[in-house]
């Protein structure tokens, strides 16, 4: 439910506010419902993962209308080779950004209640 709700949220800021006579798109009650629940989602933690097989784990910072994602003290997780004792690599990077075209996942940590609410806006 968690990937649904803020797949939901990043389409929605993608898609709206994108009219040229607004500079800032809160003229469109769509466009301000968009950016309130965007920003429920603002310092929780979030986990992206990409096309290749990588996950970032980090504190969601922002997202621009093209769906891109700014992530804080973000760690990488990828997978290393069968034979290894740990099935997993991290890498702590820092502020990064992930491209909305590379993303195939994302998950908030919320609590039930706070997915129910994201899901039913």
């Known amino acids: 439910m968690e990937q ?16 040229p006579n607004s500079s800032d798109g809160s ?16 310092f929780r933690r979030m986990l992206v993962g990409i096309k290749d097989g990588r996950f970032f784990l ?8 093209l769906g891109n994602i700014i992530l804080q003290d973000s760690v990488e997780y990828r997978s290393t080779r069968r034979n290894s004792p740990s099935p997993m690599e991290q890498r702590c990077l820092g502020l ?3 491209p909305s075209s590379c993303r195939v996942s ?10 129910m ?3 039913s806006v």
């Open 4 to 19: 649904e709700a803020a797949e939901s949220l990043i389409q929605v800021a993608g898609s709206e506010g994108s009219n």
């Open 96 to 98: 990064i950004l992930i």
């Open 117 to 119: 609410s994201l899901l």
């Open 106 to 115: 994302c998950h908030v940590g919320c609590s039930i209640e706070e997915q």
């Open 27 to 42: 003229d469109h009650p769509a466009c301000s419902e968009a950016v309130t629940r965007v920003k429920k989602l603002l």
């Open 58 to 65: 980090g504190t969601f910072h922002c997202i621009d209308k």
